[in-house]
DNA sequence: TCTGGGGTCCTAGGACCC
DNA sequence: TCTGGGGTCCTAGGACCC
C-alpha cells in the first residue's frame, strides 16, 4: 500500500501558523504579481471565492467579509515544506517528495489492519511538529491513493482526514464518488472527451479497455492510468532528487515594459535568478532560450508572444556568460512598440557541472574565473542575504518589477523577521 | 489598473545510419 | 514491369501535474 499525504490549503495554513488570531477567519493567498487567488483556507472556500479566481474580481466580496489576503512567501513556504517533510521522513524514510505539498510513502511494510491508525499518526506527527494541518489517502496505487486523499478532505468531519481503500470494494465505491475530472492524470482536455463519451466517475473509467485507453489517452499514459485504478500500481516511488532537466525564471510585470533597456534589465535579473538555480543543483546550461509576451487579456493591442533561443558551445552556470547570451537573444526578440506584460528565461540541455565537455573552439571555456567569481557572489549572498552582490546589468530602480503589496515576514528563514514572544505569568483564577 | 510560475513525460515525425 | 528493411536520435508540441 502506497499513502499520499497532502497538505491542506498548504499557503494559506503556512500563513496561519505564524498568526494564530486568524483561525476561523477566511483567507486568500495571492499568485505572484498579486494577480489570481491561488489558495484559500475552508472559510474563504465556504465564501464561494473559486481557486484561480483574478484578485480584482474577488476584491469586493473579499473586502466585504474581511477576508486576511497575503502576497505569496515562497521563501516561508519552501521552509515550511521543508519542515514537513522532514517529519514525515522522520515517520518513514521511505518517501517521495511529489510537491511542495505533498509526498507519497511507501507503506508496504505496515499490516492492512494498522494503516488507519498509521495515518492517524502522521496527522497527529506533522500537526505538532509543524503547525500544518494534512489529510492523508492510503491505497494500493498512487492514482487511488490520491483518490482517497481527496474524499478524506471532502469528507473531514467523517474520516478524520485519513482514508483507507483497504479493499476492492472500498476502491468501487471511492471510485464512484469520484467524477472522471478529480481524476490525477485526467486533465480539462480528456475530461471532456470522456464525458462526451458517457464515462463521468472514476468507476466507470476504470472499466475501459487499456486498449481504448492507449487510443484515446495519450498512449501509455492511459494504459497505466486504467491499471492504476485497478489497483495494479505502475508508478512507482521514486526516491532522491533529480537534478532539474530545465531551469526557468518568468514573471509578468508590475507595470507594462515598452524600451528595450527596461527589458534587457529584466531579463538580465531573471538570467541570474535562473543560474544561481543551476549552481545550486551543480550543472551547467548549454541552451539559453528567452521569451516576452503582451497582456493575454489586454483587448486594447492584439496579443503577441515571441521567443529565441541560442545554444552555447561550451555549457556554463557562468551568471555572466549567461547574461551575455540572454541580451543577444532579448535584442532580436523585442519589438520596439510592443507593450510587453510578462517575460522570462528558460535554461535548458543541462549538464553536470563535472561533465562539461569543452567545445575545441572555445578551449577557454566556460572561463575558471568566471566560476570562481560565480562561487564568490553566491556565498556572499548566502552569507549577508539574496541579492547583496548582483550584476549592473540587473539593473537597480527595477520599476517593472513585480507587485507583492500584502507579503508576510519571512518568519522562519530571515533573522529579523523571526516572531518575538512575549511570555508572562499570569496568576489563575478560581471561580 | 487589474488574470501565476515552474515543471515532467510521451508521441509523432523527420533526419539520419547501415 | 520493377527500387528494402531495420534501426536510432532528436525536437516540437501536446498532455498532464502542483
Known amino acids: 500500500m502506497k ?43 465556504r465564501l464561494g471565492i473559486p481557486m484561480g479566481e483574478p484578485y480584482f474580481k474577488a476584491k469586493a466580496l473579499i473586502e466585504q467579509q474581511k477576508v486576511s489576503v497575503f502576497s505569496s512567501n515562497y521563501a516561508l513556504y519552501g521552509d515550511m515544506s521543508r519542515r514537513v517533510m522532514l517529519t514525515l521522513a522522520d515517520i518513514n524514510p521511505k518517501i517521495e517528495v511529489y510537491s511542495v505539498d505533498e509526498a507519497f510513502l511507501d507503506l508496504a511494510d505496515i499490516p492492512i489492519a494498522d494503516l488507519l491508525d498509521y495515518g492517524r499518526l502522521i496527522r497527529e506527527q506533522v500537526a505538532v511538529w509543524t503547525g500544518i494541518p494534512v489529510s492523508v489517502g492510503i491505497a494500493r496505487s498512487k492514482t487511488l491513493a490520491k483518490v482517497a486523499n481527496r474524499l478524506s478532505k471532502k469528507e473531514k468531519v467523517k474520516t478524520s482526514g485519513v482514508m483507507v481503500l483497504e479493499d476492492e470494494l472500498a476502491e468501487k465505491e471511492a471510485l464512484k ?112 532560450s528567452v521569451f516576452m509576451s503582451t497582456g493575454y487579456f489586454d483587448l486594447r493591442q492584439a496579443y503577441e508572444k515571441d521567443s529565441r533561443f541560442e545554444i552555447l558551445l561550451t555549457p556554463t552556470a557562468n551568471t555572466n556568460e549567461l547574461i551575455a547570451y540572454a541580451m543577444r537573444v532579448t535584442e532580436k526578440t523585442f519589438r520596439q512598440g510592443a507593450s510587453y506584460k510578462k517575460a522570462g528565461v528558460i535554461l535548458s540541455s543541462i549538464v553536470d557541472e563535472n561533465a562539461i565537455q569543452s567545445c575545441l573552439f572555445e578551449p577557454d571555456k566556460p572561463s575558471p574565473k568566471s566560476t570562481i567569481l560565480g562561487k564568490a557572489i553566491d556565498q556572499l549572498n548566502k552569507k549577508l542575504g539574496n541579492d547583496t552582490v548582483h550584476f549592473a546589468a540587473t539593473g537597480l530602480e527595477k520599476d517593472w518589477k513585480t507587485r507583492s503589496e500584502v507579503r508576510s515576514p519571512e518568519y522562519s528563514t530571515k533573522w529579523k523577521d523571526i516572531p518575538v514572544v512575549s511570555a508572562f505569568h499570569q496568576p489563575k483564577v478560581t471561580p
Open 3 to 45: 499513502a499520499i499525504v497532502d497538505c491542506n490549503s498548504f499557503y494559506a495554513s503556512c500563513e496561519k501558523v505564524f498568526r494564530p488570531e486568524l483561525e476561523g477567519r477566511p483567507i486568500v493567498v495571492l499568485s505572484n504579481n498579486d494577480g489570481c487567488i491561488i489558495a484559500r483556507n475552508d472559510e474563504a472556500k
Open 177 to 288: 464518488a469520484t467524477s472522471v475530472d478529480d481524476i490525477w492524470g485526467v486533465g480539462r482536455r480528456y475530461a471532456r472527451f470522456l464525458r462526451l463519451n458517457g464515462i463521468e466517475n472514476g468507476h466507470q473509467l476504470s472499466l475501459q479497455s487499456e486498449a481504448w485507453a492507449y487510443k484515446n489517452l495519450g498512449g501509455i499514459v492511459g494504459k497505466r492510468l486504467i491499471k492504476e485504478l485497478n489497483g495494479i500500481p505502475c508508478i512507482e516511488l521514486k526516491h532522491g532528487i533529480d537534478k532539474k532537466q530545465m531551469i526557468a525564471s518568468t514573471r509578468s510585470f508590475g507595470k507594462p515594459v515598452n524600451t528595450l533597456s527596461d527589458m534587457k534589465e529584466a531579463i538580465a535579473t531573471y538570467t541570474s535568478r535562473a543560474a544561481e538555480k543551476l549552481r545550486l543543483q551543480k550543472s551547467a546550461a548549454c541552451c539559453v
